[in-house]
């Protein structure tokens, strides 16, 4: 195996060749001057990178994304940079880890958010002259703190238009809908999930949110928040079609509240769903944690239950992407738009006896997402298994529209990758919790992963996975005898990556081999 794995960002820009440079270089306009290509970045939440048609899932229906997929590059291996939202979504736009970015944890009222003394990806678009947009969830503060998104006002005021949409025309009041509801969306729960929801409102360690909302919602799909969403990405993207454009549509499903309406629901049963094979692994050191607890609580038809309503807002969202992709083909500016879907975690869908995303581990159905990437003039139809990771976006796209990437940014073009010059599959990927003491480290490298906890209470403990003979995560092999020089190889790895991170707080406390 290679151990000088960091590429030097230059180095590695150099090796990718010229093959998209007419892509680079856009259309002519009339003032004979180039014109960038437009870009659409794509988020869903906590999306699970096998709850997709094109990764093989025999049962979610996903066909607009399957066909971004067959034209464009799939990666199999794509990573997140924490199993949470904020620490991923900042690095997505500054290019840097959690530990260098500072946003450690999700952002609430209380910590640390992005702003606009950070060197970002919007910011560096508007000033080289792009319209800049974002249509739902930033999960990093105030929207409006980013210069490139200071026309757009705070969140709440550009939800006044959905607000007044939903209350004009479906004439509802907040009165007039039974409980349980989540705003104006009425919930149908089957028995056992409302038994659950009766239960986990009075669990005193739970989540601000409740995640114990599953079931079917009445409110008819015209009238979705996310179909709204992209009803306005739409409009800004016509509004702009004559200059170059940078919309991002980010929307919360597949995320709680796990809810969905007709007809997407009824697509679905809770027999049909995909059920993990490590069910019934659960390690000792995550029983006391709240996807553990829930799934207890919950008992196997809810947690279908939860997987059905999963699996039907999936489909809901492809749904909407696609009516998004379909207006840029109208449009006549598909040849001209770079379109990326990815998410910012996974879900555990009830594998190792858990669900949702906020087990402290870094299990393969929590840190592996999906990532689309469809470049016009370049690849179609191919899936990429070198590892590509959250830091990796941001230097990409300025690969692509011929701008410089920042010194501060931490990851790599993958433009070599995308348009088939380059392949690494020895390139390991790495996600973190925390920092120093208190920190969790993960290093994928081939078919193996291994993680490292360092607490100052619960003293250091490793897990080693072989995911060639193990893809479940069943068998840990930390510590025995026969893996001594694997593992001892993955020390040596993880802290050549800390180093280039500059990861000082972790690596003044990083065990020997």
């Known amino acids: 195996m290679n151990s000088n794995f960091a590429l030097d960002r230059r180095q590695f820009i150099g090796v990718t060749g010229l093959a998209a440079a007419s892509l680079a270089a856009g259309r002519v306009g009339a003032d004979d001057a180039p014109r960038r290509p437009n870009i659409i970045l794509i988020q869903t939440d906590q999306q699970h990178h096998g709850v997709l048609g094109c990764m093989g899932n025999p049962v979610v229906k996903t066909p607009h994304l399957d066909r971004l997929a067959a034209e464009g590059v799939r990666f199999s291996n794509a990573t997140c940079a924490t199993p949470f939202c904020s620490p991923t979504r900042a690095s997505w736009v500054t290019g840097q880890w959690p530990h260098t970015h500072g946003l450690m944890k999700n952002v609430d009222g209380k910590s640390q958010w992005l702003t606009d003394e950070r060197t970002n990806l919007p910011n560096i678009l508007h000033d080289a002259g792009y319209a800049c947009a974002h249509f739902g969830k930033w999960h990093l503060g105030r929207v409006e703190d980013i210069r490139a998104y200071a026309h757009q006002g705070p969140v709440r005021e550009q939800n006044k238009g959905y607000n007044q949409k939903v209350g004009r025309e479906l004439k509802l009041r907040v009165a007039d809908i039974k409980p349980p509801r989540v705003g104006l969306q009425h919930i149908e729960m089957i028995p056992s999930v409302r038994a659950f929801h009766e239960r986990w409102k009075n669990e005193k360690r739970r989540s601000p949110q409740d995640l114990s909302v599953i079931g079917r919602s009445a409110l008819p799909v015209e009238y979705q928040y996310e179909s709204w969403l992209a009803d306005q990405c739409i409009s800004f993207i016509e509004e702009n079609r004559e200059r170059p454009f940078f919309a ?266």
Request: net charge negative; glycine share 8%.
């Open 248 to 513: 991002t549509y980010s929307v919360s499903p597949p995320h709680a509240f796990w809810i969905a309406p007709d007809p997407y629901y009824s697509m679905y049963s809770r027999d049909e769903v995909p059920w993990p094979e490590s069910w019934n692994d659960r390690p000792n050191w995550y029983a006391q944690s709240q996807p553990c607890r829930m799934v207890e609580m919950m008992g196997e038809e809810a947690v279908r239950e939860y997987l059905r309503c999963y699996y039907a807002q999936v489909t809901m969202m492809d749904e909407f992407i696609g009516r998004i992709i379909e207006r840029v083909r109208q449009l006549g500016l598909f040849d001209d738009t770079i379109i990326v879907f990815t998410s910012d975690h996974g879900d555990m869908q009830g594998a190792h006896g858990a669900m949702g995303k906020s087990l402290p581990a870094f299990y393969e159905e929590i840190v592996r997402v999906p990532l689309l990437v469809r470049v016009p003039g370049s690849r179609q139809g191919a899936v990429s298994t070198t590892h590509a990771q959250s830091v990796d976006l941001m230097p990409t796209l300025l690969d692509y529209v011929g701008l410089r990437v920042p010194d501060s940014v931490q990851g790599d073009s993958m433009r070599g990758i995308i348009d088939g010059t380059y392949e690494d599959d020895e390139r390991p990927a790495f996600s973190e919790r925390g920092r120093g003491l208190g920190a969790r480290r993960m290093i994928r490298a081939g078919t193996w992963k291994y993680c490292v906890s360092i607490g100052p209470k619960r003293g250091i403990r490793k897990e080693l996975y072989d995911l060639a003979e193990d893809p479940h995560e069943m068998r840990d092999l930390a510590g025995k005898p026969r893996f001594r020089d694997v593992q001892a190889y993955l020390d040596a790895q993880h802290q050549a990556g800390l180093r280039e991170q500059d990861d000082k707080h972790t690596l003044a406390v990083w065990p020997e081999a």
